[in-house]
């Protein structure tokens, strides 16, 4: 905004209100709105030029060029009559524009752009635009926007032309230029029911965006009895996420199924993947009934280039994590080797491993898509990636990692408007907070969390709410609350039941069946899924099986069997409970001196990871043994969740303004926050930060 200002305070005042109005898509197009006021400000700088040099003007302020050659082939085929470079320089003599040695045509205040434009008759612009249509005829993208804005009708040919512009734009990552073909594309629809696609496709191109204000106002234009069954399926939950008219969990899959068979058969390729990618968490957070599972993997594997494609690879791996988890792992690590997903398809990337339970994977690419996604201000996206990556540390049991994403997540949930992704942000924090110990908070989390989703119908999510409040009794010390809560998700017949969620708790279930002797229960749970962990490879599901044999074992022999397991590389917190398991066991066995390297290791790690509840069982246990051990400094009971997130990424080298740029900030709020970190950290300088952060527990 202040760079389209140009230092104009009127121009600060005006573009302020109108993105105050109309959210950021306001700075999107090359013009901007102005007021009367502002505009008759800069067209009066205009109307004292030559009439060929006003035109000239106009023709470079729609002009998504610079070249003044171009401007001027333009120009002479609106204007009868020869016209050349002489007539720009009145306007540079005035100084309202530029022209440098390249002949390149720049103005000197932006928002003269916009006054031209707006002082402009419809009837001049779309003359204008036809004629730079004309003039830009070799380049294909360039002229296809020329010919929408001189079109004065609809124009079904025209709009499919945008369709596909806005497609490209959306592959390349262009979610700005695909919102504003998709919603070109719409107005210029003689089809009724591609008009209403096109605007759907429009309002999932401002949510990748973060910009709600946008995405309702398109919904608001779509009218449903124009839509496609399958569309007529997205259309209903677009207005669940926007406009909270209940969830219907698994009602519309069959329709979504069928419409993506209609779209494989007619050779729509890319329509038919975005469907299959729209679909897939659905499907996997409904408990989908088998055949329609069955029918939307079956249409996702027909498609062409279903191997290679990252966004298919991500849906199948929802749609069918059993049946087909280790095929996807492959192609997945396959995939991260070569390096070549772009941001959007390494958060469907994470989604994907997420749902398989590979969630160092999950992280590598959640990682990635959040770089990339804060350069293009996709804050749709990024919050949730942010929300996402902080549930996989929770599940790797890094607290301090989980609560320092989860901040910034919750905060954009707030800011874009992301409201179904609000609970998931507050399970999130509390299950950080339960592994830190703070119990109470814990509690409250997971109570708000069922108060908006037991009254949605969103039983399966309550699976989540399930997880929480049984790793919080388990950080209190409860084993038999723990059992009863995270032994729901398992049990078909509960409506927390969920089939995936339990690939990530087998081990905590196993802590709260050995704690309160539910020993029977946990042996038929074991039973059940060592097929399943055989077939899919989830390594969460692999340690967590491996773990409950060696707990129901009892020997050390299961113990060290266990700690051999090669997926134990990428898992700390699971090899420290492993760790502290083993030696809890040697020091019940009278092997005190054998039990303390492992408790030691055990209480270091979980430390590290800021899983205090579990730390300071490690340390009792370690007690125990005759040995003690004290707490390190705990960061978290210093800084807040930001002044952690500061204070690791200045740690890292990262300098104020870059830190203010990754999480959208002001150098001064930056500076601001690390005057008050060190104060707190007992240092004085900036280097002593990566000491200090790599000591504290």
């Given at each position: 905004?202040?760079?389209?200002?140009?230092?104009?305070?009127?121009?600060?005042?005006?573009?302020?209100?109108?993105?105050?109005?109309?959210?950021?898509?306001?700075?999107?197009?090359?013009?901007?709105?102005?007021?009367?006021?502002?505009?008759?400000?800069?067209?009066?700088?205009?109307?004292?030029?030559p009439a060929q040099t006003q035109e000239l003007l106009l023709v470079a302020a729609l002009d998504d060029g610079d070249d003044l050659d171009e401007m001027l082939d333009a120009c002479r085929r609106v204007l009868p009559g020869e016209v050349g470079p002489d007539q720009i320089e009145p306007a540079v003599t005035s100084r309202l524009v530029q022209v440098d040695d390249r002949f390149r045509v720049r103005f000197r205040h932006p928002l003269l752009r916009s006054a031209l434009y707006q002082a402009a008759t419809a009837a001049q612009r779309r003359r204008v635009h036809a004629a730079l249509a004309?003039?830009?005829?070799?380049?294909?993208?360039?002229?296809?926007?020329?010919?929408?804005?001189?079109?004065?009708?609809?124009?079904?040919?025209?709009?499919?032309?945008?369709?596909?512009?806005?497609?490209?734009?959306?592959?390349?990552?262009?979610?700005?230029?695909?919102?504003?073909?998709?919603?070109?594309?719409?107005?210029?629809?003689?089809?009724?029911?591609?008009?209403?696609?096109?605007?759907?496709?429009?309002?999932?191109?401002?949510?990748?965006?973060?910009?709600?204000?946008?995405?309702?106002?398109?919904?608001?234009?779509?009218?449903?009895?124009?839509?496609?069954?399958?569309?007529?399926?997205?259309?209903?939950?677009?207005?669940?996420?926007?406009?909270?008219?209940?969830?219907?969990?698994?009602?519309?899959?069959?329709?979504?199924?069928?419409?993506?068979?209609?779209?494989?058969?007619?050779?729509?390729?890319?329509?038919?993947?975005?469907?299959?990618?729209?679909?897939?968490?659905?499907?996997?957070?409904?408990?989908?009934?088998?055949?329609?599972?069955?029918?939307?993997?079956?249409?996702?594997?027909?498609?062409?280039?279903?191997?290679?494609?990252?966004?298919?690879?991500?849906?199948?791996?929802?749609?069918?994590?059993?049946?087909?988890?280790?095929?996807?792992?492959?192609?997945?690590?396959?995939?991260?080797?070569?390096?070549?997903?772009?941001?959007?398809?390494?958060?469907?990337?994470?989604?994907?491993?997420?749902?398989?339970?590979?969630?160092?994977?999950?992280?590598?690419?959640?990682?990635?898509?959040?770089?990339?996604?804060?350069?293009?201000?996709?804050?749709?996206?990024?919050?949730?990636?942010?929300?996402?990556?902080?549930?996989?540390?929770?599940?790797?049991?890094?607290?301090?990692?989980?609560?320092?994403?989860?901040?910034?997540?919750?905060?954009?949930?707030?800011?874009?408007?992301?409201?179904?992704?609000?609970?998931?942000?507050?399970?999130?924090?509390?299950?950080?907070?339960?592994?830190?110990?703070?119990?109470?908070?814990?509690?409250?989390?997971?109570?708000?969390?069922?108060?908006?989703?037991?009254?949605?119908?969103?039983?399966?999510?309550?699976?989540?709410?399930?997880?929480?409040?049984?790793?919080?009794?388990?950080?209190?010390?409860?084993?038999?609350?723990?059992?009863?809560?995270?032994?729901?998700?398992?049990?078909?017949?509960?409506?927390?039941?969920?089939?995936?969620?339990?690939?990530?708790?087998?081990?905590?279930?196993?802590?709260?069946?050995?704690?309160?002797?539910?020993?029977?229960?946990?042996?038929?749970?074991?039973?059940?899924?060592?097929?399943?962990?055989?077939?899919?490879?989830?390594?969460?599901?692999?340690?967590?099986?491996?773990?409950?044999?060696?707990?129901?074992?009892?020997?050390?022999?299961?113990?060290?069997?266990?700690?051999?397991?090669?997926?134990?590389?990428?898992?700390?917190?699971?090899?420290?409970?492993?760790?502290?398991?083993?030696?809890?066991?040697?020091?019940?066995?009278?092997?005190?001196?054998?039990?303390?390297?492992?408790?030691?290791?055990?209480?270091?790690?979980?430390?590290?990871?800021?899983?205090?509840?579990?730390?300071?069982?490690?340390?009792?246990?370690?007690?125990?043994?005759?040995?003690?051990?004290?707490?390190?400094?705990?960061?978290?009971?210093?800084?807040?969740?930001?002044?952690?997130?500061?204070?690791?990424?200045?740690?890292?080298?990262?300098?104020?303004?870059?830190?203010?740029?990754?999480?959208?900030?002001?150098?001064?709020?930056?500076?601001?926050?690390?005057?008050?970190?060190?104060?707190?950290?007992?240092?004085?300088?900036?280097?002593?930060?990566?000491?200090?952060?790599?000591?504290?527990?």
């Amino acid at each position: 905004m202040l760079e389209h200002a140009a230092g104009n305070p009127l121009g600060v005042v005006e573009l302020g209100e109108a993105v105050a109005r109309a959210g950021g898509a306001a700075l999107l197009p090359t013009w901007l709105p102005l007021s009367t006021r502002l505009e008759r400000t800069f067209s009066g700088l205009v109307a004292e030029l030559p009439a060929q040099t006003q035109e000239l003007l106009l023709v470079a302020a729609l002009d998504d060029g610079d070249d003044l050659d171009e401007m001027l082939d333009a120009c002479r085929r609106v204007l009868p009559g020869e016209v050349g470079p002489d007539q720009i320089e009145p306007a540079v003599t005035s100084r309202l524009v530029q022209v440098d040695d390249r002949f390149r045509v720049r103005f000197r205040h932006p928002l003269l752009r916009s006054a031209l434009y707006q002082a402009a008759t419809a009837a001049q612009r779309r003359r204008v635009h036809a004629a730079l249509a004309e003039t830009v005829a070799a380049d294909p993208e360039r002229r296809v926007w020329h010919r929408a804005a001189a079109a004065s009708g609809p124009d079904e040919a025209l709009a499919r032309e945008l369709t596909e512009t806005a497609r490209r734009a959306g592959r390349r990552q262009a979610a700005s230029i695909a919102l504003a073909a998709f919603e070109r594309a719409a107005r210029l629809s003689e089809d009724r029911a591609a008009r209403g696609r096109r605007l759907l496709a429009a309002v999932e191109a401002a949510s990748e965006q973060g910009d709600a204000v946008t995405a309702l106002r398109l919904l608001g234009e779509v009218e449903e009895r124009d839509l496609t069954q399958t569309d007529r399926a997205w259309y209903g939950m677009m207005r669940e996420v926007y406009l909270a008219t209940g969830w219907t969990g698994g009602d519309r899959l069959s329709a979504f199924a069928e419409g993506v068979e209609t779209m494989c058969r007619d050779g729509d390729t890319e329509m038919a993947v975005e469907s299959v990618l729209a679909i897939c968490l659905r499907v996997y957070w409904s408990n989908a009934d088998p055949e329609t599972a069955a029918r939307l993997l079956a249409a996702a594997e027909s498609l062409d280039g279903a191997a290679d494609d990252p966004r298919l690879v991500a849906a199948v791996a929802q749609l069918a994590p059993v049946t087909r988890g280790a095929w996807c792992l492959e192609r997945m690590l396959a995939i991260r080797a070569e390096d070549a997903a772009n941001p959007r398809e390494q958060y469907e990337l994470g989604m994907g491993a997420s749902a398989l339970g590979a969630c160092s994977l999950a992280a590598s690419f959640y990682t990635a898509a959040a770089v990339g996604l804060r350069a293009q201000g996709r804050l749709g996206l990024l919050c949730k990636v942010l929300v996402s990556h902080a549930m996989n540390a929770a599940y790797l049991g890094d607290a301090r990692t989980a609560l320092t994403l989860v901040v910034e997540g919750e905060q954009l949930t707030r800011e874009t408007r992301e409201s179904n992704w609000a609970p998931t942000a507050w399970m999130v924090t509390g299950f950080a907070r339960a592994l830190r110990g703070d119990v109470d908070a814990a509690r409250e989390r997971a109570d708000a969390a069922e108060a908006v989703l037991l009254p949605a119908g969103k039983h399966p999510l309550l699976a989540l709410v399930r997880q929480l409040r049984g790793v919080a009794a388990l950080a209190a010390g409860r084993p038999e609350e723990a059992f009863r809560e995270l032994y729901r998700v398992f049990d078909p017949a509960d409506n927390s039941y969920h089939p995936y969620t339990q690939f990530m708790l087998v081990g905590h279930l196993a802590d709260a069946a050995v704690g309160c002797g539910a020993l029977a229960e946990l042996r038929e749970v074991v039973a059940a899924l060592t097929p399943v962990a055989r077939e899919c490879r989830s390594p969460a599901l692999l340690l967590g099986v491996g773990y409950a044999r060696a707990m129901l074992a009892d020997e050390a022999a299961a113990f060290e069997t266990a700690l051999a397991a090669d997926e134990l590389v990428e898992w700390s917190f699971e090899r420290a409970r492993l760790q502290h398991a083993y030696g809890a066991w040697l020091r019940r066995q009278r092997r005190a001196a054998d039990s303390r390297p492992l408790l030691r290791a055990a209480a270091a790690t979980f430390d590290a990871l800021g899983a205090t509840a579990w730390a300071d069982r490690s340390r009792a246990e370690l007690r125990a043994s005759g040995e003690t051990l004290r707490r390190p400094v705990d960061l978290a009971q210093s800084l807040t969740p930001q002044e952690i997130q500061i204070s690791r990424l200045a740690a890292e080298g990262l300098s104020n303004k870059e830190i203010a740029e990754r999480l959208f900030l002001s150098p001064r709020t930056i500076s601001t926050h690390l005057y008050r970190i060190y104060p707190k950290l007992g240092i004085k300088s900036r280097g002593e930060l990566a000491r200090v952060l790599a000591g504290a527990g």
